[in-house]
């Protein structure tokens, strides 16, 4: 069963920075694309930044030029680098990725994420 385990959260102030990191274990033939998604209290889940694995990245317009996604293809795992935070930054940021198992391409279920508060 592949998992996606999330960390490196927890409180900051804002105009703060944070790295969150995580890796993906488990039996898998490749990893696509791989993705930060967030989820504020009382809100739907959104997509925060994606890159594929030739490196191309993408990012909601909330976080362009505040935040950084890289990975590392041989760790299977990927970064957010996230700076000059505000507070509705403030969730619980869970990552996943596309891969294969060798027949499809899919996704794991959401681990737990990691939580950033973002406060004074």
């Known amino acids: 069963q592949v998992r996606f385990v999330e960390s490196g959260g927890g409180l900051v102030q804002p105009g703060g920075s944070l790295r969150l990191s995580c890796a993906a274990s488990?039996?898998?033939?490749?990893?696509?694309?791989m993705g930060w998604y967030r989820q504020a209290p009382g809100k739907e889940r959104e997509s925060v930044a994606t890159i594929t694995s030739g490196g191309i990245t993408n990012y909601d317009d909330s976080v362009k030029g505040r935040f950084t996604i890289s990975r590392d293809n041989a760790k299977n795992t990927v970064y957010l680098q996230m700076n000059s935070l505000k507070p509705e930054d403030m969730a619980v940021y869970y990552c996943?990725?596309?891969?294969?198992?060798?027949?499809?391409?899919?996704?794991?279920?959401w681990g737990q994420g990691t939580q950033v508060t973002v406060s004074s």
């Open positions: 996943n990725g596309d891969f294969s198992d060798g027949t499809t391409v899919r996704r794991a279920n």
């Open positions: 488990g039996s898998f033939f490749r990893m696509y694309a």
